[in-house]
């Protein structure tokens, strides 16, 4: 079985053919239509040289779970984030509203989110191709905001018994975006699974098989991508798994104020 190192290691390599563009006239090596695919939970891109904060993903993860596109602290613990607010105090890049945040109208069918849908979809039609979670919209696009947020959806499919995502992004940065965005979109994947198991009991979670239009590395991490495929220290984060739909449920809930002793998951998230 390939090492989480290695797997990560694996991507970097191919930075060695990678094209020099300049958008927003910043230098960066490019691959353009470039895909990963990795193992279920190998999510945390922990290299020496990358300088890993674990605290911080954590939080991000917390602040996507409450789905509130009007809270500003976490530019409190990434200062890259208050370039990042809308005039009305918004933020597009919150992840969580467009995931957990629920829908109604004339064209929703109740009050349900993307993330609920997604489950619905899948008990109803176990081979279904619907269970998409939407994120970037033309609204998104056609205003003058700076924050275009860089993904355009999740899919998920049950094939073979096992419980598949695909990410598609139009923008990644390699060493920030893929070392936040990883971590993030894989505890959504988890999360589907574990609320899929009471309706599939033998269900398994599939790999995680991420495409991107433009994956790419800012000039300033030329010489990281260089340490890392050199053989750069790697260290594995130890992350327990969620212990069922209940946990899902709690995670949703964003109330953390007494977690059951069961919920090692959520334990660790609000360490």
Avoid at 72 to 91: F, P, Q, Y
Avoid at 150 to 163: D, G, M, V, W
Avoid at 175 to 186: C, E
């Amino acid at each position: 079985m390939l090492d989480q190192k290695q797997a990560f290691v694996n991507i970097f390599e191919n930075f060695k053919s990678a094209k020099l563009v300049s958008p927003r006239g910043q230098l960066v090596k490019e691959l353009e239509n470039f895909s990963y695919e990795l193992p279920p939970n190998v999510r945390f891109m922990n290299f020496k040289s990358r300088n890993f904060k674990l605290d911080y993903t954590r939080k991000e993860i917390l602040w996507y779970l409450k789905g509130d596109r009007y809270d500003t602290s976490i530019c409190e613990h990434a200062k890259m984030w208050r370039s990042l607010v809308n005039a009305d105090g918004s933020i597009n890049s919150n992840y969580g509203q467009y995931i957990f945040g629920r829908r109604s109208g004339l064209i929703c069918r109740g009050n349900v989110s993307q993330f609920e849908n997604v489950i619905d979809t899948l008990k109803n039609d176990r081979d279904s191709r619907r269970a998409s979670i939407m994120i970037l919209k033309d609204v998104h696009l056609l205003s003058d905001t700076p924050d275009v947020p860089c993904t355009y959806s999740l899919n998920f499919r049950i094939r073979e018994n096992k419980l598949n995502v695909s990410v598609l992004m139009r923008s990644q940065d390699a060493i920030f975006g893929m070392t936040n965005d990883l971590p993030a979109f894989s505890i959504i994947h988890e999360m589907v699974f574990q609320s899929l198991k009471s309706t599939y009991p033998d269900l398994v979670q599939g790999n995680y098989h991420h495409h991107c239009n433009s994956f790419h590395v800012y000039e300033r991490h030329f010489e990281m991508v260089d340490k890392i495929v050199d053989g750069d220290e790697f260290n594995v984060v130890d992350c327990p798994a969620m212990s069922g739909d209940d946990e899902v449920k709690f995670l949703i809930k964003s109330e953390f104020d007494d977690i059951p002793e069961t919920f090692k998951f959520t334990k660790w998230l609000c360490s």
